[in-house]
């Protein structure tokens, strides 16, 4: 299906544009795994600071494995995505108990631990364990689907699975097998983008491509998606003495773990904001709008109302209350409430 050609085109060409990646000098599993995780979803340039503090805080596996939650979701704040925060302590722990300390080095094994789907536990097993096992992500299906002149639906878990049985028929092993998967990646990050014009001039893999001639423009192609889903909510900024309210999140429920403003279903009026702060078991002194804002999931978007409502004193069940400074640096709050988290600041 795929060019025995790939690889010696690839990793030549890799091995003189590389760039110097903090995870790619001394990629051990622990540095390895811990790269992939925070770069699905997320640009290269914004993980280097992320990936640098979280080892500095947490320089073993066995230090993430005994993490406390709220560092570790403080280390995470504003990367989003947090189950991927806490699969990571999770995998960290599975670990130290059922494989001794050591990172495992089987593929079966790699992906059996927890938030570690195919394409990370196939980059892992190619970097760091010289395996021959591809890692598909959205730029690796963009790349061969364009170098077939493949119009089907990119998007498609079939054409996903085909991809990668037909890399594997092709893939090396050894040092080989990572860097090719680093090529990959490289590749698509530089030269067949995403957005913007492919650069087939400077491409090694041109002389296969059947894309190559302005085909590009309509592969990948992806089926048109469903609208996302629309929930309103009232966000209540109860300030007492001071500190303003916040609840932590069901550690099942989306953005679990984290904390958030107190917030209801639906759009309510001030009317029924005080009421409901009354219910809350404060005792408000009034209720003032100060604006909406937006927060899109993958699904998913909340409208947000919000208002501010000045209290008489501390109060109410499951909330504890916190300053400006600490809402500003000690709580992990959910980035969807970051326009209100920013008028705290804004509003001293
Ligand atoms: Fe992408 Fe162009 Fe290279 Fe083909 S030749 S793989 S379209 S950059």
Known sequence: MFSKDIPSLLSPWYRKVARPLPWRENPTPYRVWLSEIMLQQTRVEAVIP????????FPTLAALAEAEDALLMKCWEGLGYYSRARNLKKAAVTVMTDFGGVFPSRYEDILSLSG????????????AFGLPTPAVDGNVLRILARLLGDGRDVLSP?????YRQGLLAIYPSGKAAGELTQAFMELGQRVCTASG????????????CASKDGGYAAIPYRAPKKARKIEKKTVLLLLCDNAFALSLRPAEALLGGLWEFPNVEGHLSAQEVFALARDLGLSPLGAEAIGEAKHIFTHLEWHMRGFLVPCEKKGGENLVFATDEDIQKKYAIASAFRFFKKFIAENK
Not at 50 to 57: A, C, H, M, P
Not at 116 to 127: F, K, L, Q, R, V
Not at 197 to 208: D, F, G, I, M
């Open 158 to 162: 079939a054409l996903k699975k085909e």
């Open 197 to 208: 014009t492919p650069k087939c001039a400077e491409c090694p893999l041109a002389s296969l």
């Open 116 to 127: 570690i789907g195919e394409y990370t536990a196939g980059a892992i097993g190619s970097i």
């Open 50 to 57: 992320y990936y640098q503090r979280f080892l500095s805080v």
